[in-house]
């Protein structure tokens, strides 16, 4: 009788405000068969009672048999170290998911440094010394890349700021160690349920008011045609578990060959030196990289556009003067004025009234600039043959997220 081959064990770290969630929930689904045998999930946030917004489903997954999660301080690497100790029965984890990341972009750049860059290091590090089989970096969508046309990998996408800087920077570093068996997953703008991270969910939450208002919803950036592209939280997730069963029989070698791209500098040159960690400015170390976006080709207008028609009210823009003066102003308070507290009215005048909710209609200043994210997702589809779980940005799957939301008490039922 053939001998059932073991399931893979799995590290998740990081992203319990991101992205960790649905990948647990894929990794070891409330119905349905695991497809590891030991998941482990860590993140600076405590579960019971959770400190930050962890969703109806996911206290659910922790309950499992197979899953463990530990609060714990990912900037000490002692503590990093304990983390890939394995339970009894389990000679190691096989899969490593990374989704750590400093994701506020008010954050100074030690700050970055340290949450982003340092941690990542430290994590690739032990994780390379553990020999684990993959190990996935998701990549947030910090970048800036030309107005016309999709861009694939081998072009050189610029960080947008500080934290784009920073987090670019990190995948040079997780490149540069030899012996981890890595994949990059460069993501659009993510949406889902159980999401309320991003600046799709935002715009989400503030089409729903000028729905309630009947108004139309007005944004800067006329025409608005600039990239935005999109990517569903289940495709995250889906993508992220292909990566690691992809990536695990090749070996760091095989998969740059297939799939390695080199990771150029976008930093201060006196940086090297401060930080230890940095490979130097000259040095282009290559790693597997894969866009991972859906087939919508989302731009500022069509998200409006379909935002907007799901809660019967349309998509416009500012004239010229009107924008102008939006762009100068460093006070956001004019702006989110009216959205804030026409969303306290809806959510004090559902049934039954709404409490407490993760969601807010306060756009903060970066949904408010201009960005330009096209990515190609060819590469990915080809090379490792994934088939995207949710390829359109459309109603169906906004009534997805808004459907949960309400279920589970944090958007409004309105008569």
Not at 79 to 87: A, C, E, L, R, V
Not at 199 to 204: C, E, T, Y
Not at 312 to 338: A, P, Y
């Amino acid at each position: 009788m053939a001998e059932i081959p073991k399931k893979p064990t799995a590290l998740i770290f990081g992203g319990l405000n991101t992205c960790s969630r649905a990948l647990a929930a894929l990794l070891v689904p409330i119905n349905g068969d695991p497809l590891v045998s030991f998941l482990r999930i860590v993140d600076k946030y405590s579960v019971v009672p959770p400190t930050t917004y962890i969703g109806a489903e996911f206290p659910k997954i922790l309950e499992m048999p197979q899953v463990e999660y530990r609060q714990a301080n990912l900037t000490v690497e002692s503590t990093i170290q304990s983390m890939f100790d394995p339970p009894e029965g389990h000679s190691g984890f096989d899969y490593v998911f990374d989704f750590t990341g400093e994701v506020r972009h008010d954050r100074t750049e030690m700050i970055q440094i340290n949450n982003t860059c340092k941690v990542a290091h430290m994590l690739g590090r032990e994780a390379a010394k553990r020999k684990a089989k993959a190990y996935i970096r998701m990549q947030l969508p910090f970048y800036e890349t030309q107005t016309k046309g999709t861009h694939d990998e081998k072009e050189d996408a610029k960080p947008a700021g500080t934290i784009g800087i920073w987090w670019h920077e990190t995948l040079r570093v997780l490149a540069s160690i030899e012996d981890l068996n890595l994949v990059i997953l460069r993501i659009g703008f993510i949406y889902g349920p159980y999401t309320p991270f991003g600046v799709v969910a935002s715009g989400i939450n503030v089409a729903a008011v000028y729905g309630y208002m009947k108004k139309p919803m007005k944004l800067l950036w006329s025409p608005g045609k600039n990239a935005n592209n999109t990517v569903h939280i289940d495709d995250i997730a889906g993508a992220a578990w292909a990566s690691a069963e992809w990536m695990a029989p090749l070996g760091r070698t095989a998969a740059n060959q297939l799939a390695g791209e080199e990771l150029l500098f976008h930093n201060d040159k006196s940086k090297v030196k401060e930080v230890g960690e940095m490979p130097p400015h000259n040095v282009k170390p290559v790693a597997p990289l894969f866009n991972l976006v859906d087939d919508s080709e989302s731009t500022l207008l069509s998200i409006g556009q379909t935002v907007t028609s799901f809660f019967g009210t349309t998509f416009d823009f500012f004239n010229l003067v009107e924008s102008t003066v939006f762009k100068f102003m460093d006070d956001l308070e004019d702006i989110n004025e009216q959205h804030v507290g026409a969303w306290t009215d809806m959510l004090m005048n559902s049934n039954p009234p709404v409490t407490k909710t993760p969601l807010t209609a306060y756009m903060d200043k970066y949904a408010l600039e201009k960005h330009v994210v096209a990515f190609n997702n060819a590469k990915i589809k080809a090379v490792m043959g994934y088939k995207l779980k949710k390829p359109q940005f459309n109603h169906e799957t906004i009534k997805e997220v808004v459907d949960k939301w309400k279920a589970e008490g944090s958007w409004p039922t309105l008569a």
